[in-house]
């Protein structure tokens, strides 16, 4: 976590002034603070996968994929919530280097164009993808996609109760079944039918959208979390209003 220097357009701001003034004046600081992967912990990632690398001169490649594709993907999950794109680019030309050096000392009568195409493959639209002829290819840093962390609201606590508000944040909630929790933040917390926001205190009940003797699965694509006033109206409207004839029992 740092201050970097940045332009006014994005540069912290702060008011100067107090309760008794007629106006305050905006003060500009000049910089931004940004969190953002340690030197030591790229270092130390890096070291790992040579490492990895040293370890497999004479393996496979797919063994060589599939041993290092955790690494990467732990590592980079781990920061994907902070400003770690710059560092994942870093990361990925710096393991293209040591993997070219791997191809190399494997392909020693051969011209380096070859080396290439032997072990680098068009995947999609990246035409430089450390990949095997079967299609198993080695996870880029840059792949991972960075979500944003957002802070708890005001005084928000896991045990105030609030179901809602917290199953929608964390997918899962000690008191929440999964399968709600994960409807919860699948369908940002609001009803998959009269789409109103959920609230503390209501009832909810999970649906089939195509009910189970129509064909439907009994899977998260054909699920979704109601009001229970609303799956009673859905399931009169289905033309199916006998209780025993419901597909979903309530939560």
Request: glycine residues 8%.
């Amino acid at each position: 976590m740092r201050q970097y220097k940045t332009g006014a357009y994005r540069a912290a701001t702060y008011a100067k002034g107090n309760q008794y003034s007629s106006g305050k004046e905006v003060i500009n600081l000049g910089f931004t603070t940004l969190i953002k992967p340690t030197k030591e912990s790229v270092k130390r990632h890096l070291d790992k996968i040579g490492q990895v690398i040293d370890k497999h001169h004479n393996a496979p490649q797919l063994a060589l994929i599939s041993r290092l594709n955790p690494v990467i993907r732990g590592w980079c999950n781990y920061y994907a919530s902070v400003v770690s794109k710059e560092t994942f680019n870093k990361c990925d030309h710096l393991t293209y280097q040591k993997l070219l050096a791997w191809a190399k000392s494997r392909c020693t009568k051969t011209n380096a164009h070859d080396t290439v195409s032997n072990y680098w493959r068009t995947v999609g639209e990246d035409n430089w993808t450390f990949a095997t002829s079967g299609g198993t290819a080695l996870v880029k840093h840059s792949s991972t996609t960075i979500v944003r962390h957002t802070k708890v609201q005001g005084a928000r606590s896991p045990f105030d109760g609030d179901l809602v508000y917290w199953g929608k944040r964390m997918s899962s909630h000690p008191e929440l079944p999964s399968r709600v929790a994960t409807l919860l933040k699948k369908q940002s917390g609001k009803c998959g039918l009269c789409e109103l926001s959920f609230k503390y205190g209501d009832l909810w009940e999970v649906d089939h959208v195509i009910r189970t003797s129509r064909g439907g699965k009994d899977e998260y694509i054909n699920w979704q979390l109601l009001h229970r006033h609303c799956h009673d109206l859905k399931t009169a409207t289905d033309g199916d209003v006998h209780p025993e004839n419901w597909d979903d029992n309530p939560f």
